[in-house]
Structures are given as C-alpha cells and as structure tokens.
C-alpha cells in the first residue's frame, strides 16, 4: 500500500487534498486524478506542514485489479463488533490490512482484487467500495502489520457483508432516555444550529450525534437543518439517525460548534476583538521619511489609462448601471480590447493582459459571449487568448465578508469583517498571471459587508488597490445602480450606489444608464443609453456618449451629445443660459451650485420664472446642461461671502468668455477676452 501511487491529503473535515494542496475535484478515478496521486513517503512529507491532517489512501482501478475497502462505521452501536472481532482474530480466510479508524469508534480494512458492487451508506453502519471514495489513514493497526497480507475482498463482500448490509439494523441495547431542556435552551440551541453550514459530511454526522441525546426534539432539530443544506436532506438524515448512538450531554457539542463558527450568545457578549497590530517601531522622522513623496523619483511619473478617458491604470475605476443594462457585457468587450491592443468606442487602449474575475456570470454564458465578441469583432483570436483569462467565479464565496479569528486567550472566536480566503487566492492568481488589468463582476457577488457603511466600503476598495502583491495595476469593479436612480427618474441623478464612498474613494467613475423618453401623457416612446464619466481624478471628465445595442448586444457610440438625450431639432439652450447667468450675477444676485431637485436657490428655481427662460427647458435638462457647461469651463462654481452666514459657492460665466460671439459647438474656446 506504501508502495503505490495512491495517497493524497485529507483535512480535519476530510476534505480530499492532493499532496500539492490543491483541492481533489472533477472526475474521481479518471486519468487526470490518478496522475496526481501520489506515494505514501511524499505525502507523510506534506503532512509536515499541516498539523492536525491525515493521509488519504483512495480507492479505486490501478493495474490489473482494484483497491477495494470496508468501512464498519460505529462498531458497538450498530452491533458489528462480531465482525470486526474476526479480523482482529484473524478468523477470516479473507485476512488483510485493517485499522482503526479516525473516530476510534470504526475501521477501515483496504484490499485489492476484482471490482464489486457498491454498498452504500444505508444505516446499517456497513459501506464497501471498490472505487470512487478513499479512506483517510491513521496507521492505527488492528493487526500487526508484519502478519497482514494484500488479499481480495470481494467474496467476502459479496457473501458475508451484502445479506447484512440489507439487513434490518440491530436496536442499541445502551439507548438513554431523553434530556428534557426547556424552551429558551431549546430556541438557543436553535439558532446555534442554524449559524452553522450543514455542507461537511464530518459535520454534519458530529452535530447528528451531538441531538440524539434529545429524542424527538433533537430529531426534529436535526431534520430541519439537514433540509437546509446542498448536500444533505431530511430523507438522508431521517436514514442516518435511527444509527446515532446517544449520549447524555451531547448537545452541548452544537454551542461548541457554533462558537467554532462565529455564532455567540448574544446574552453574554464575553468575546471581545483582539487588539489591532502594533504601529512600526520608528521615530516621527522616519516616519516622515517613509511616507513622503519623492516628485524627482522616475517611478512617479504621470500614467495612461488602460482605457483613454475611461478606465484608470494603478487604481480602481467603477463602472455603475442597474441590473440588466448590460455593463457584464461592455467590461467583457473592454477587456479582448485591452488583450488586443485595440480600440474600444474609438477610444485608444494599453496592450494588456487581462484577468477577468465574474463572480456573476457562470462558464456557459461567458463562452456564449466571448464567442459572439470574437465573431463581431477584426481581433486577432489567438492575442486574445494569450492576453486574456476569463476565471467562473459564481460558485466561489465574496473576495470581502466575515470570517473568524481566535481572541488573545484562545478560547473564543469572533467575527471578523476583511479579505477572505478566496481574495488571497485571487491575489495568488493575478501574482502568476501578472496582468495589468483586473475586471471584477461584480461587486454584489465579492463585497459581503455593508454597502452603506463608509469604513466597510472603504477597505474593500484599498483591499483591491493590492490585488497584485507586488505593483499597482487597474482595478475596473462593476457595481449596481438603484432602478430610480439608473432609469434617470431624480434630477439628482449622481449614479450612487448605496454610500457615496463607493464613488469617493475610487479615481475614475463610469455610470451605464437607460434612458426612457416620454410624451406628455408620461408614455415611454423610446428607450436609449448614456455611458456617463461621472469621475475623472486625472482632468476633466469627458462629454456623456449615447450608446447603441448592436448585434449580440455589443455596444457602440450611436452619436455625440450633451447631457439628456437631445433630438436633432431640439434648439441649444446653453448660451441662453449662460445669458441669464451673467444678466443675473451682474445684478449683484447669486445662484446656488445645488443640482438637487429641493434646491430653492439653484439655477432652474431662480431662472425658470425670467420671461427669456425656454418653456421647453425642463429641470432634468437643465441639470444635464448645467454639468456640459461646467466640464466645458464655460460655467464656473465662484466662492463668495455671505456675510454672517459664512461662505458659499454660486455659479458664474467664465470672465474670458464674450456671448457676442459665443460658438456652443466649441465652448469658451471661441470667447474673447
């Protein structure tokens, strides 16, 4: 058994690990699973590292036969000991190697022979398989090793093992009679069970054991909870109940558990946060040394965008939009850009590598689009492929969430909000890969706080400024819009998603947003897209764009416009405007920066009732005008006294600009001074 190439790793739950640490997965006994199995020498040697982990011997076809194995699984409850008793007498024509095993309440005997058929998990506390399962190894001998030889079990399978197998099962002659707990201890207990995810089988049969002591309420208990889980249903667990043995104080193991877990009785409040690292040991001017910034240093020098004008190099940059607009779509159609070299809504890229990370979309609908994008488009398929790797994340847990940390004494466990294991594992993925861009789908599926609380929001962002452990890289994160917000339905139409920290602590934001027109009966005539730069930390953001959904739902500029979609024979009302603005400052009057739709002393509340005002000029247009002129540096926000009142902001008409000769196509550019 040494010998062969058959062993792996097994965690403390029995999770299957190959010895390089990589989870066992895909088709078990298949060629590619049983090429990274391995010796029992290397993995005793990968044992070294992890403590608490056993070895793993799996079962299965290798060379002219099959490694077969027996599992008596509670030996004195499920009245086996007969059996068992056998081996260890060496009674059995059919002597070979036997253990106990990790429970020391079972064993595990391992042979090789012809295959057989199954004997599954039936209650009977007997399991036989030639192939498909392993067997975690302890070395804790039944036999003495020198005595044992490799014999085939499947006679005795087939014989002995079957008929009892199908048997009805022995009734445990120890049976103890049920602790009675009242209700609060009950609803406590409850709500412990149901912190803790059924999904381990160890577990899951740990915690069974643990409410068998209570009779039908822990029977109730254990059939609820079973129900809840992926793996596991009430059908299952009312199969393996009747074959749990009881204890008198088992139950006490479901607290234990749930402690484990990061449940607390929020009654005792003891667990307390363990105290935050402590700062460098240095002086107040190393300390200023470290942090100062060096403008002569090369590596300071200004950086391109990945995307010109819209995606941001060595930050984060969001692209916002309500579920459905398509955003998934438009940051797959960035990223074979970016792979490419080529150009995106006409605008430039950095040649690239990309990882794509959609922790929404799954392996199927990612194939379908990444087809339907290489159909459309001139790219070089094979630069794609070698700039680019799309990873199915949506079965993975969120990059940021809750996990669980031991206080300063060890005894407790306590919620902690930060990275978690998965976030290390990307980290470890764009460390190999090393791209310059990472696309993140999104951030509903990888952010697992509190989207409304600003310190939250705020260290997932800086979380994912270090995705690569070793340089800033742009980081581009999609994050959903409110329905209100992203159908332009409030004047006040920022794009915010939850806390404006979103928005504050990234450089660069992009708002995808479906606009409806109306006629005057409040009927929708159309429906057309905006991509809206609402952010630029690098210089002044760039004009809105309509799009268009072509083919496959591939985006393209559809033509250039200024805020709200204007039609073609739309007059343009921004030099009537600025007209207003500076007859109205001259007067010695001022107008509130405010866009809110609330704002009593904003531009469209002052300005509306002058008889030069359009009648056809709206407050959600005005808004959208209003944004044009200020990114033009036509319409200027002044700071001025309000006497006791403090100071505010107003607008202004840029003082270079003379409306006698004002070009709305060009903006101040053709003002004189």
Known sequence: ????????????????????????????????????????????????????WFAGFALGADGNGNWQGIDLDHIEANGLADIANRWVRGDCAEWGYMEISPSGHGAHIIGYGRPFATLGSNGSGIEAYAGGRYFTFTGNAALNESACRVVDLADYVERELAPRHGAKRPVAANAVEAIQLDAKTIAELRSALFAIRADEYALWIRLGLALRCLGDVGRALWLDWSATSEKFDAKQAARKWDGFRPSDTGYKAVFAEAQLHGWLNPASNAAQLPPPPP?????PLEMLDRLSVDWDDDSDVEVNDVVAGLVADEDVTLLGGHGGVGKGFFALQ????????????????????????????????LTRRLRNLMDLFAHDPEKVKANLRVVDASELEPLYGQTHEPTP????????????????NLSRMVEAYDPQLVIIDGASDTFDGNEIHRREVRAFIKMLRRVHPHRPIAVLVLVHIDRSSARGNVTNDDGYAGNAAWHNSCRRRMYLQSKVEKDDDGEPISEAFVLRVMKNQDGVPDPDMELIRGQYGLWQIAAKFSGELARDDEPDHRETILRLVQEYTARGKSISTSLAPQATTGLYATLSGDPAWPRSLNKKRTVALVRELERAGDLIAETYSRGNRGRAERWAVARSLDLSNYDPAH???????
């Open 1 to 52: 058994m040494k010998a062969a190439r058959r062993w792996l790793l097994a965690s403390p739950a029995k999770v299957p690990f190959y010895a390089d640490g990589t989870p066992r997965s895909g088709s078990l006994d298949s060629p590619d699973d049983v090429a990274r199995l391995v010796t029992y020498d290397e993995v005793h040697a990968a044992l070294a590292s992890r403590p608490g």
């Open 279 to 283: 700062l460098p040991d240095e002086t």
């Open 334 to 365: 960035i990223a074979c850009a970016v792979a490419a070299g080529e150009e995106v809504l006409f605008r430039p890229t950095k040649a690239s590598r990309v990882l794509y990370y959609s922790a929404e979309d799954g392996r199927k609908r």
């Open 409 to 424: 004494d060890g005894k407790r466990f306590v919620q902690i909000l930060g990275p978690r294991a998965d976030f290390a």
């Open 667 to 673: 903006g101040a550019q053709s003002g004189t001074v």
